[in-house]
């Protein structure tokens, strides 16, 4: 059960990145516009009530190379803090809960739009096969991405990954 609300935290400090002013600069492609990338649009990112609760009292994780900052709860360690890798860990060993952010920077001519419209299809690919359990394109901060929960494990303490995934020029 820890593990499920550690995944549910980690999606609500994505959804409050602080990535409006990076995704400002450059170009305005934010991706799809809807399943499959065409019809339909995208929710905002939005927290739960007990993801608003866990945050009560935490802090503030910044990423000042990338310009980007999330909220964590109380107690929660930097780990990492390289220019395309940042990693944030709950207290508890190596099944803590943890806020990972990568950046793979791609060349100009990389077809964004296609490679969200892929990652979406392959998640729900991966929902038909019962690996995830949830698929959806969620905006943060004007950037529309594919969110997908893993489904439960066959153990109740195993780990399990809320992810949300966009490509941007």
């Not at 820890?2 to 492609?29: P, T």
Request: net charge negative; proline share 4%.
């Amino acid at each position: 059960m820890k593990h499920i609300v550690a995944v549910l935290l980690i999606g609500f400090a994505l959804s409050l990145c602080n990535l409006s002013e990076r995704f400002k600069k450059g170009n305005s492609n934010s991706g799809p516009t809807g399943s499959g990338g065409s019809t339909s649009s995208a929710e905002p990112g939005r927290a739960t009530a007990e993801q608003i609760a866990a945050l009560a009292g935490g802090q503030s994780a910044k990423w000042e190379r990338q310009g980007m900052s999330w909220s964590v709860p109380a107690g929660w360690t930097e780990q990492e803090n390289e220019s395309k890798s940042f990693m944030w860990r709950s207290p508890g060993g190596g099944d803590a809960a943890s806020l990972i952010v990568s950046i793979s920077p791609m060349l100009e001519s990389f077809p964004t739009d296609s490679a969200n419209d892929a990652a979406y299809e392959q998640a729900k690919d991966r929902a038909k096969n019962g690996e995830v359990d949830e698929v959806k394109w969620v905006e943060i901060d004007g950037l529309k991405g594919v969110q997908f929960r893993e489904a439960n494990k066959e153990h109740p303490d195993d780990s399990r990954r809320l992810q949300w995934l966009s490509y941007r020029k």
